[in-house]
């Protein structure tokens, strides 16, 4: 009986721990299911924070969008009207205050008889900056703007570099700039455009900024050749396209517009072949007759976004804007298509009875491909023209050839000259 009892004991221990041990199993499953969809549910939750930022961000781009849909046909309108040259600045500040959502927005001009810059017009600045503080043109961000001829942003990271304690400095009188943007008159800089305290994303901002300079430097341009009369300076006398120095004011600005806004531009550069068989054979005014008769047949086989210009003597320029990643193939095939079309043309000319037909020689430069400024392009697209020039010439040709320096080589100037 005794061990009887003892076996009982003993079997309902088993089943005890037995027992036990399922439940502490079943527990143990339980406690990672539970543990499981609590980090689930962690999860969902850090997944529904995210959309939400994720929402919110949309949201608010969706509301910048249409806001800048809005504001920028408003902004066009008022820096085109007719007014007081003078006027602009200050229609340029408040539009940029309102469009950045800016805390400071200031127009800085050269001080009289110094290199130094001063405050003309602006918003969120003390009263006592118009006029009286002196910025140096070579000092933080507001000297790298004017050193480089572009928008530059406090992200860049050339903005900061080189300042000195001894000159003064937007950012020594506690302005830090998001942007600083040059404007350009008929002569080069007349001002710059400071946008301080913009709550969205530079980068995103930097192209609108750019499009605010570019208008209010095209309105003070303006302004000024008919202020004075003389909105026929920019013209070549004889073919009434681009004259040289014109040109080559509007090639740096599209220049700095391809920074800016990361457009490539086209270069084509031609002359006529043997012309001056024209001029000995029937006199200069045939020749000027041709060359008039040349530009006509270029301006009205170009774009109206397109520049035609007269670089000298019988050479001529086209400046092409493109549109983003262009084929160089396809630029080329343009310029042999105006090619054709100024060899098929007859012109009369005085002294001959029948029409003479001119041939074009040309070289074809791509920015920033083959070169970064004008002088580069410039250079790129005259050696090829006169490498088409030394293969004989009624071709255009695309520049290929880099230097081991890097450079484009020459293709043999020296051998036409």
Request: aromatic fraction near 8%; charged fraction near 25%; glycine fraction near 6%.
């Amino acid at each position: 009986m005794h061990d009887l009892q003892i076996m009982f004991v003993m079997a309902i221990m088993f089943f005890l721990i037995v027992a036990i041990i399922v439940l502490a199993i079943q527990y143990t499953r339980g406690r990672r299911a539970f543990d499981q969809e609590v980090e689930r549910t962690r999860r969902k939750q850090r997944q529904i924070v995210r959309l939400s930022q994720k929402l919110k961000k949309t949201v608010a781009e969706l509301a910048r969008k249409r806001e800048i849909a809005e504001q920028i046909p408003l902004i066009t309108r008022k820096l085109t009207e007719k007014l007081p040259k003078d006027a602009f600045p200050s229609i340029a500040i408040r539009s940029a205050k309102e469009f950045f959502h800016a805390k400071q927005a200031g127009y800085f001009v050269p001080i009289e008889g110094s290199s130094d810059y001063t405050l003309e017009v602006g918003v969120g600045f003390s009263p006592d900056w118009q006029g009286k503080v002196r910025i140096s043109s070579d000092e933080g961000i507001l000297g790298m703007a004017i050193q480089k001829k572009v928008v530059v942003a406090k992200i860049d990271p050339l903005s900061s570099s080189g300042r000195r304690s001894s000159q003064p400095s937007l950012e020594q009188y506690g302005v830090e700039p998001d942007f600083v943007a040059p404007v350009f008159g008929v002569s080069g800089i007349v001002g710059v455009l400071v946008i301080a305290g913009s709550p969205f994303s530079l980068d995103e901002e930097r192209k609108y900024v750019s499009m605010l300079v570019d208008i209010l430097s095209t309105t003070l341009q303006n302004a000024t050749l008919v202020n004075t009369g003389t909105s026929s300076i920019s013209l070549d006398p004889l073919t009434g396209v681009s004259n040289r120095v014109f040109f080559l004011q509007r090639f740096e600005s599209e220049i700095r517009r391809t920074e800016n806004y990361r457009q490539p531009l086209a270069l084509l550069m031609f002359d006529i072949d043997k012309f001056k068989n024209i001029n000995d054979s029937f006199g200069h005014s045939a020749g000027d007759v041709a060359l008039k008769k040349l530009a006509e047949i270029v301006q009205k086989n170009t774009r109206s976004s397109d520049l035609v210009g007269r670089y000298g003597g019988d050479e001529f320029m086209v400046l092409m804007v493109l549109m983003a990643s262009p084929n160089k193939d396809s630029v080329l095939t343009y310029a042999n298509h105006l090619r054709e079309i100024i060899a098929s043309t007859g012109i009369m000319v005085p002294m001959k009875d029948t029409p003479i037909h001119l041939t074009i020689s040309g070289g074809l430069a791509m920015c920033p491909a083959d070169g970064q400024s004008t002088t580069e392009l410039l250079r790129a697209a005259d050696n090829a023209l006169y490498e088409a020039k030394r293969k004989g010439g009624n071709r255009i040709l695309p520049v290929q050839s880099l230097a081991l320096d890097g450079s484009i080589m020459d293709f043999g100037r020296a051998e036409q000259e």
